[in-house]
């Protein structure tokens, strides 16, 4: 069925025509320009056509090859600069050439609206409903879909592979030859063999992308931008199978970019970085957004002597001094993932390390739960994941409980967070370890981002943002995000939705992981003690869920909203995220907290052990690929079929807890023993007797106040409310303003109306609408 591409506002469409043209890898090569806030090179695509990829996500075996980080390292010099003959006509605005790069000289071609094409597309392609037409060989053109927003794109053309030095290697098998008479044919047929390189072979492979990626142009192709996508042909192709397989796309981004947000950090220095955007980073370069996209890649970026550059690629990139004042850095992935999970952040971050020798024991140390080492075995009979480098047939890595990590902040905030991160980290990677095994990602970095940073935490690959706003509170509430977000690794990342709308694939597990990971943590806490700390923790949790519920549209209740139609795209692979760009579900936690409540019920009508057991072979089995709901379920009934015969079955969840809004009734039943915990019943005691204290207090007062008792209080409250200006402000300005706003405290406005402005992101400020509803705070 057709999806209609005419979304509402509220609506983000995802336009790629994956089932057409799939993209395999990416290169990207850009310059950071803090002056005029815009980012802009160039990236060369590879692709693959759709029909030789439609098992994408499946769990289909392919070969894999166990990754060592030891063995497997490379130089990002040897990498990224390589002596460029008959470079493309794009040349660096800086006057260096280790990648090709964009925009000197090139023109602007932006109407009113933003939108671009290039002058030889006058008669315009604005729909990709005029893709092609496939099964009748074609009436028209092909048109390459990319999904694309808010950039200046200034021209598309063809890479000419087969210049490069030494490709002939990739050209001497007989399937080559056949054909081959054709130069369009033989620079596909290039790029086919080197897409399809076996694991064992990545080293050599990323090499010659880097060579591709620096190959000159063979030709402009025709393009004309919309708001939601960059739409690319060639004159004369028809069909996908003869579509240029290798495409490099010269653009800018613009200042208002919803994909990075420009600021400036703690100590006031200018700083760029990748917000978590719900239009994910199509606003930073073009790509396919659909999670079945999945692609690796490289970079390099560069930047003015001072900046850090951090991405999400898997080794720790060292800068590279091109000329005075500028310095160059390098990253790659080896993991097939989607372009939603590219991060990148550039500022005058410090590394924060441990002055003393006891990094070495801490990080060292083992967590252990009572879990059989047959559980952490490696994976039998291969991986289900596309061909790549693989941490789960490293016997290295599986035994590895605390992964390299390293922490960056800013300047002002070094000291608070040498005291509390570096302490952390290795307990909460060494908890992770021990309830799921590999971690899959081979390395980590904790950066602490600016102020207008709207999450307390954010996971991509290798890399972590956390919010100042969690120092403060100490081990515990640090701790508890650290791991929410590590859980992230496993949930969400290596293993991913392969429908967007099921958030709660990702959000649902990294919520119920998180306790799981902190009580193995805290390692000094008895049993019957952690027990009642989470009986508490889901009471609370219950009562928000129960609050959002009650103030929220129903169909924002729902974690499967597609239902029997969840995973279903478009014939050409697009699609539409229902809800996708509204205010509201930004600030929604539903996802997070009925897929907890969900997967807390499994585990306890299952049993804890058998649970996580089967939570290990799971990730054994899906690490590295796309899921839907009923992947997880179906393989968790089959593996523990008795369940079967208590009512436990798929379509049960389906209809109690994934396909229908408010509070599921299991969950209802079971809130009513939370109430009845030790540690709720005291907290329950303690409110009531200051309730009857305030009481009291009220009763006892019956002479009027005087007008200058009035005023005296009034001055008291003030002095109060300033006194906790100056506590709060610094690193929990929203607290701040939640007490201004629930006060009255009229002096305190303008810092309210700062914080908005300078302390959110764009889109939720824009959006933003005074509650019609009871304030969360109260």
């Known amino acids: 069925m057709e999806t209609q591409l005419d979304p509402s506002k509220d609506d983000l469409p995802l336009m790629a025509n994956t089932s057409h043209m799939l993209m395999k890898h990416y290169v990207l090569d850009l310059d950071v320009d803090f002056k005029s806030q815009i980012i802009e090179g160039s990236i060369v695509l590879f692709f693959e056509t759709g029909s030789s990829c439609r098992k994408v996500g499946s769990s289909v075996e392919r070969a894999c090859h166990p990754r060592s980080d030891e063995t497997f390292k490379i130089q990002a010099f040897e990498l990224c600069h390589i002596p460029v003959t008959n470079a493309s006509a794009c040349s660096s605005k800086t006057g260096y050439n280790d990648f090709a790069v964009c925009g000197k000289g090139e023109k602007d071609t932006s109407d009113k609206n933003g939108n671009h094409s290039n002058r030889a597309q006058a008669s315009g392609i604005s729909s990709s409903k005029k893709c092609c037409d496939i099964e009748n060989h074609g009436s028209e053109d092909f048109l390459l879909v990319l999904d694309c927003c808010d950039l200046c794109v200034l021209k598309v053309e063809e890479v000419d592979v087969a210049a490069v030095p030494g490709i002939e290697k990739f050209t001497r098998s ?171 952040a550039v500022g005058c971050w410090i590394e924060v390390k441990r002055e003393s020798l006891a990094t070495e024991v801490m990080t060292n140390d083992v967590i252990s739960l009572p879990f059989s080492k047959a559980d952490f075995r490696l994976v039998e009979g291969g991986c289900g994941h596309l061909e790549s480098p693989c941490r789960f047939q490293n016997p290295g890595a599986t035994s590895q409980p605390v992964i390299p990590h390293r922490v960056f902040a800013p300047w002002c905030l070094k000291d608070l967070c040498a005291e509390i991160l570096l302490e952390l980290i290795p307990q909460c990677l060494s908890a992770a370890h021990a309830t799921l095994g590999t971690h899959p990602f081979s390395r980590l970095d ?46 969400g990342l290596a293993i991913g939705a392969r429908d967007w709308t099921e958030e709660w694939i990702s959000e ?163 809130s009513r023993t939370w109430k009845e915990g030790r540690l709720a019943q005291q907290v329950t005691a303690e409110v009531a007797k200051w309730i009857q204290v305030n009481r009291r207090a009220k009763k006892g007062s019956k002479r009027k106040r005087g007008q200058d008792e009035v005023a005296f209080q009034k001055e008291f409250q003030s002095k109060i409310m300033s006194r906790l200006c100056t506590a709060l402000h610094r690193h929990v300005r929203h607290r701040w303003c939640e007490l201004v706003v629930k006060h009255k405290y009229a002096a305190g406005y303008s810092a309210v109306e700062k914080f908005l402005w300078e302390d959110q992101e764009r889109s939720q400020r824009n959006s933003f609408n005074i509650p019609t509803t009871k304030p969360w705070w109260y």
Not at 195 to 223: H, I, K, M, N
Not at 598 to 616: C, D, K, V
Not at 644 to 663: A, H, M, P, R
């Open 174 to 344: 007989a399937k080559l030859t056949e054909g081959s008479e054709e130069l369009g044919n033989l620079r596909n047929q290039i790029v086919h063999e080197l897409v399809t390189l076996p694991a064992d072979r990545w080293e050599e492979q990323l090499y010659y992308y880097t060579c591709c990626s620096q190959a000159p142009g063979c030709g402009e192709l025709l393009f004309t931008t919309s708001t939601w996508s960059l739409e690319i042909r060639k004159a004369g192709i028809r069909i996908p199978r003869d579509f240029p397989r290798a495409i490099r796309i010269c653009y800018k981004t613009k200042p208002e970019g919803r994909s990075v947000t420009w600021t400036t950090d703690q100590s006031g220095r200018p700083c760029v970085y990748t917000m978590g955007s719900p239009l994910n980073n199509r606003a930073l370069f073009p790509c396919q957004e659909p999670p079945v996209a999945m692609s690796t890649w490289q970079a390099t970026v560069r930047a003015a002597t001072g900046f850090v550059v951090l991405m999400s690629g898997e080794n720790s990139a060292e800068p590279i001094q091109l000329q005075e004042g500028i310095f160059s850095w390098n990253y790659y992935v080896t993991m097939p993932m989607p372009a939603s999970t590219f991060t990148i």
């Open 446 to 491: 904790v950066l602490i981002v600016p102020s207008n940073f709207s999450s307390l935490g954010m996971a991509s690959p290798h890399i972590i943002f956390l919010s100042q706003s969690v120092l403060p509170g100490g081990s515990h509430l640090c701790g508890t995000r650290l791991c929410h977000e590590i859980a992230h690794a496993w949930f």
């Open 508 to 670: 649902g597990f990294a919520t119920h992981l998180e306790d799981v990971f902190w009580a193995a943590a805290q390692q000094q806490l008895p049993c019957h003690e952690a027990r009642e700390q989470q009986e508490l923790k889901a009471l609370l949790r219950w009562r928000r869920l129960r609050d959002e519920v009650q103030n929220s549209e129903e169909e924002l209740q729902v974690l499967r909203p597609k239902k029997e139609n969840t995973g279903e795209t478009s014939e050409s692979g697009a699609s539409i995220i229902k809800h996708g760009l509204k205010a509201e579900k930004i600030f929604m936690q539903v996802h997070y907290l009925k897929g907890n409540f969900l997967l807390r019920s499994l585990a306890r009508r299952i049993g804890e052990a058998t649970y996580f057991t089967f939570l290990r072979k799971f990730v054994q089995k899906f690490h590295g690929q796309l899921i839907l709901s009923q992947d997880f379920l179906y393989m968790l009934l089959e593996d523990i079929p008795e369940q079967k015969g208590y009512g436990l079955s798929v379509e049960s969840i389906f209809q109690n807890w994934l396909d229908t809004s408010g509070i599921p009734k299991p969950l209802l039943e079971e």
